[in-house]
């Protein structure tokens, strides 16, 4: 699966309804925030104005902590930035922490750009002028410190390169985030908005780094990229700093029920965030057939068959469903086990 949240791919092989499927194959928090009923007439009507583009940039500026010195712009999804990255940096080949998210590498090879991944960016040390490290890591949740990180940049600084951090999901703990240190580092930061605040329909993302790469970048989307709707509603919550503190609690929380009924389960912890986490079963391929005729999508992973992720059910029911399908999978698998 290359892909979370691919739930046409689950139903045409096995069947169902939308309705019929508990999707918990991405990390969107499956408690978005609150849609205004009333959003501005002319967010719908209107070409997107820059008055509320500023707006946005503002809030996001405050949420994210980007120091003032910094560019900042705005795009449809942090998706639609990752092919432009390699037009805004420097020539040459790009090594990615992994394993990771498959779109960075993606993209990079689309623009002829050599990929290296490792393991261990820090005792390895990166090969060119471009790394890609994403905190914290998608699937298994890794942090990497701001002051690696920071030490990092300027190994890159010395060779006339670039670090790229991706934070999509760095909203659970902002206060590992790397933003609200950076000076004068060669640092482009990408952070999501739709993951943490649960809709990811409203297609929103961020670049924050030097004026020069950011401006570069708002110049290739050109005009309108970013939709009324969007400009309202990401203002909106974005600036909505108690919803915020309070999801990160009810989502903590949740996790925590969710980590405990898989290892009750019989599955390992391998880490995660509080919007996902990453289990391990020597079965996993066959668990994840069996949830899936159960009508329960989860995120299964070619280049590590023990692996799979979770992302929370947002609900007891939901959970109750979970808990009752991994038993009937255990119990079948168990069965069907010679003694």
């Not at 750009?113 to 390895?124: G, P």
Request: proline fraction near 7%; include cysteine.
């Amino acid at each position: 699966m290359k892909h979370g949240g691919d739930l046409f791919q689950a139903m045409e092989t096995y069947g169902g309804a939308e309705e019929d499927w508990l999707d918990l194959s991405t990390g969107i928090n499956p408690h978005a925030y609150a849609v205004p009923a009333g959003l501005p007439p002319a967010a719908w009507t209107r070409l997107p104005s820059q008055t509320a583009l500023k707006g946005l940039l503002k809030a996001a500026r405050a949420a994210y902590q980007v120091p003032a010195h910094l560019g900042l712009a705005a795009a449809p999804g942090t998706q639609v930035i990752l092919p432009h990255l390699p037009a805004l940096l420097p020539e040459g080949s790009v090594t990615i922490a992994g394993p990771t998210y498959s779109s960075h590498g993606d993209a990079w090879r689309a623009a002829g750009r050599q990929v290296i991944e490792t393991s261990d960016i820090f005792r390895e040390g990166p090969e060119g002028r471009i790394a890609l490290i994403v905190t914290p890591n998608n699937p298994d949740g890794r942090w990497h410190e701001p002051q690696a990180l920071l030490k990092l940049a300027g190994d890159m600084q010395q060779r006339g390169g670039f670090l790229v951090v991706d934070e999509a999901f760095a909203d659970v703990e902002p206060s590992r985030s790397l933003l609200p240190h950076l000076t004068d580092e060669p640092v482009l930061v990408l952070r999501s908005f739709g993951k943490f605040f649960g809709l990811a329909g409203v297609r929103l993302g961020f670049l924050a780094g030097p004026r020069l790469m950011t401006d570069a970048l708002a110049q290739r989307l050109e005009s309108w990229s970013v939709s009324g709707p969007a400009l309202e509603v990401g203002t909106l919550a974005l600036q909505d700093l108690d919803w915020q503190a309070a999801m990160r609690k009810t989502l903590t929380q949740e996790m925590a029920v969710l980590e405990d009924g898989l290892r009750a389960a019989g599955l390992a912890i391998r880490g995660g965030t509080s919007l996902y986490v990453l289990a391990g079963h020597p079965d996993a391929a066959r668990l994840h057939q069996a949830l899936a005729q159960r009508r329960i999508w989860v995120r299964a992973f070619d280049y590590a068959p023990s692996w799979l992720r979770f992302g929370l059910p947002g609900s007891p029911e939901g959970l109750a469903r979970l808990q009752q399908a991994l038993a009937e999978a255990m119990a079948s698998h168990d069965e069907a086990t010679p003694c």
